[in-house]
């Protein structure tokens, strides 16, 4: 019956590792890092430039393709628009601090007035366009990037580890399942985005073909935490002896002290 319960919480605990690996992934695929990879791509194989407008003032188009700083400023709030639109956050962008920049750190010439109104006029286009919290899918978006949920598979991960180990009494074995089921979870995260990618460049013609750079972009925030996960949960599970044996040695140490307790209260 313990076997069959260990087994049963190992199970539990894979699944649990995959939603948690795949959690991170989701909050990868539109952090500002990633934001910022796919304007890089689009700069160089979709034309950014022309189809925002950009190209038309020289200026600002220079300040895109040679300033990382306001690169990295504007991938952060184009995330941050994505997550407000979204209800993913319920913070406005601070579209201001995008046009201080400019004003500050440039030699753009801005009109202060001219900057107010953009980004009142920028922050009344959002919120129009923000979806509203009854419409379909919010829901879910809300509980994919919500850290409740990204705790909870941490929790119910922890739970089967401390269950497995108890029922097994044993802490390496506890330890050890841990480590390759963490690595299985990543290779399964890592061989899907891998799959998925192979299948669109397989089948995509035309102009889905071209949007292959920007699906490996989004898609890769999966792979890089599968293959994190396959590298731990491989150190994990070769060190378990050792980690099992701190255990151990912190559980005598502690065993000691409250012996030694006991005996002083009894003299």
Do not use: W
Request: hydrophobic fraction near 45%; aromatic fraction near 6%.
């Amino acid at each position: 019956m313990k076997k069959l319960l260990s087994g049963f919480l190992t199970i539990v605990m894979f699944i649990s590792l995959i939603g948690t690996l795949a959690l991170i992934g989701v909050r990868g695929a539109i952090s500002s890092g990633s934001i910022e990879k796919i304007i890089d791509t689009m700069i160089e194989d979709y034309n950014f430039m022309e189809i925002t407008g950009i190209a038309e003032e020289e200026e600002l188009e220079e300040l895109m393709e040679e300033d990382k700083e306001f690169k990295k400023l504007f991938s952060a709030t184009i995330a941050d628009t994505l997550k407000y639109s979204a209800r993913i956050s319920d913070e406005m962008p601070d579209y201001e601090k995008l046009f201080e920049y400019i004003e500050e750190e440039t030699d753009i010439e801005v009109d202060k007035e001219e900057i107010e109104t953009a980004v009142e006029e920028l922050e009344e286009k959002i919120e129009s366009e923000r979806l509203s919290e009854d419409e379909e899918g919010v829901e879910v978006v809300q509980t994919l990037f919500s850290a409740s949920s990204l705790i909870s598979g941490i929790v119910v991960v922890v739970l089967s580890l401390v269950g497995i180990c108890v029922l097994t009494k044993d802490v390496k074995k506890g330890v050890k399942r841990l480590g390759c089921s963490a690595a299985a979870a990543g290779l399964a995260l890592y061989g899907l985005s891998t799959l998925i990618i192979s299948f669109i460049s397989q089948e995509a013609t035309g102009p889905d073909a071209e949007m292959l750079g920007l699906v490996e972009v989004m898609l890769s925030p999966f792979g890089t935490v599968g293959v994190i996960s396959i590298i731990l949960g491989i150190v994990i599970a070769i060190l378990s002896p050792k980690i099992a044996q701190t255990f151990a040695s912190i559980d005598h140490s502690n065993q000691a002290i409250e012996n030694l307790d006991n005996s002083v209260i009894k003299k």
